[in-house]
């Protein structure tokens, strides 16, 4: 259980990196990984309590880190 947690922690951070060098957002590098440490974090804990998931946990970490650089920038950003 919590070699898939880190593991889903380590893809979070690959794709928070990749998609700052592909120009994908911008955030930062920092945030755009602690942004992606959250998503996967909410959607391992959902996987946990729930048993709800996408697939495997690689493609889970994949889908909340994604989603979660969608969701939150935005959201940040309407408020100003």
């Known amino acids: ?11 979070a951070g690959i794709v928070g990196y990749l998609s700052e060098r592909w ?3 911008r955030n930062g590098i ?18 946990i309590m729930f048993h709800l ?3 495997s946990p690689g493609l889970d970490a994949i889908i909340g880190a994604a989603g979660a650089l969608i969701l939150v920038p935005t959201a940040g950003r309407g408020r100003r």
């Open 1 to 11: 259980m919590f070699f898939s947690f880190f593991g889903s922690m380590v893809i």
């Open 23 to 25: 120009d994908l957002t």
């Open 30 to 47: 920092l945030p755009s990984i602690i942004i992606c440490l959250g998503g996967v974090f909410l959607v391992y804990m959902i996987r």
């Open 53 to 55: 998931s996408f697939g």
